[in-house]
């Protein structure tokens, strides 16, 4: 499977609990994108990240988010001390290349707090 | 934050005829613009780029893209049912490759 790939597809956490979704960008990209989509809203840029480097973060919640992506592995988004407003589909996108390049997205990850 | 604004729809067209999808952009400063397709609890799928003003056409798909006025749109000639789903216009933020979303058009074919 070329395709971008996420996991796990679905994640139900107590309030409290940490969340942690992973991404595998597409064959050949080095891009990474994070976007939520809560429901009946848009959907919304969270951060982009290459390896090893934070490129643009000014979408993440300045509490309880973080993200990375390691030289070896997939990209992580981490979600510390979850609350109910946090459930969402998280998605990840890759590119080739940055700049303008189109973005492909993964299956997402619906994350469900109770 | 930039604004991308859709027509929220829905909108419902015959089998056989052209859905046209309209999606206006605040930034002047944006240089990409994109069509993807999402299909209810699916991610979304890129059917269309296009980055210079004027037509670009794929199959039964032509983007249109006008930067002086702002306005970048879809037309899906010989809808089929098959292509029911919400249409979601997404637009870079003007010097970074953040993508801004448009809430989206859903988009009903009846046979």
């Known amino acids: 499977n070329a395709g971008v790939m996420q996991n796990p597809r679905h994640l139900v956490r107590r309030r409290g609990q940490e969340a942690r979704l992973r991404c595998s960008p597409m064959k050949g990209h080095s891009h990474v994108y994070w976007y939520r989509q809560l429901p009946e809203e848009g959907l919304k840029f969270m951060v982009y990240l290459q390896k090893e480097n934070i490129i643009d973060e000014s979408g993440m919640p300045k509490e309880r988010f973080s993200a990375e992506f390691p030289k070896e592995g997939p990209s992580i988004l981490r979600i510390q001390q979850v609350v109910r407003g946090d459930s969402a589909a998280y998605f990840c996108?890759?590119?080739?290349?940055?700049?303008?390049?189109?973005?492909?997205f993964g299956p997402g990850t619906r994350l469900t707090v109770t | 934050q930039k604004e991308v604004e859709q027509n929220s729809g829905p909108l419902s067209v015959p089998e056989g005829a052209i859905a046209s999808l309209n999606c206006t952009y605040s930034d002047r400063g944006s240089q990409s613009f994109f069509w993807y397709r999402q299909y209810s609890g699916k991610s979304p799928e890129l059917i269309m780029s296009?980055?210079?003003?004027g037509d670009k056409e794929d199959g039964r798909f032509t983007a249109q893209l006008n930067k002086a006025s702002q306005y970048v749109s879809l037309l899906i000639r010989d809808s089929q049912p098959s292509d029911s789903a919400t249409y979601l216009c997404a637009v870079n933020q003007g010097g970074s490759e953040k993508l801004v979303f448009g809430k989206g058009m859903k988009l009903t074919v009846n046979p």
């Open positions: 296009i980055y210079s003003n």
């Open positions: 996108a890759s590119s080739r290349d940055g700049g303008w390049n189109e973005q492909y």
